[in-house]
């Protein structure tokens, strides 16, 4: 079967990035990346592509007065690699109407909240500062409204009596590192349909790590 072409967009340090790396490296994984783009020159994230063999394309956002214009720059360079799902990992820019409707149902994101609680920035040290006592990691299909669109798997994180802002940041990630390829895979696989606001996972799918949440839950 062929693996399912993939584009990640990332803006920094792309530790989900990494993760997905190396998900498909592995020979059997159901999916390959075939381009990785950063809107910041400076972003870790184009190191780990390029020391991974990958193509790495930086569209810097300063380079663009409008921003229609960027969004085409990056539409065509998706569009160019053939790619089949777009995966934003720690993308730092909010796209707009048009671009996500063109890669509706095909482009994903990774939110560290239980989402739809804490949209936007700053999650961790909100869900401190309101006494939850649960934190965690959200992958969803991309709608226009920020942080928005039909939920894909969560992990809930149990926060500890003397979790930090860094801890928890830490700690959420680990998590998401786990959960990324194993919604890409899902989706690689015909696994996860959307439908309405909704995702329908098919029924014979396993959890696939200990402590994930799925939508089957
Ligand atoms: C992650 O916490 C992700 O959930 C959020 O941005 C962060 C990116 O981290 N959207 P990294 O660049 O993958 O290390």
Sequence with gaps: MSKLRLGVM???SGTNLQALIDA????DYPAKIEVVISNR???KGLDRAR???LKAVCIDHKGYDDRAVFEDAVHNCLTDHKVQLVCLAGFMRLLGADFVGRWKDRMINIHPSLLPSYKGLHTHARALEDGVKFAGCTIHYVRPEMDNGP???QTAIPIAADETEESLIAKTLTYEHRMYPAAVKLIAEGKARVSGNKVIVKEDVALP???LISPLA
């Design 151 to 153: 939920i894909i798997m």
């Design 41 to 43: 020159p400076d972003a």
């Design 24 to 27: 498909c490296a592995q020979a």
């Design 10 to 12: 990332i803006s920094g």
């Design 51 to 53: 020391n991974a063999g």
């Design 209 to 211: 790590t200990e402590g």
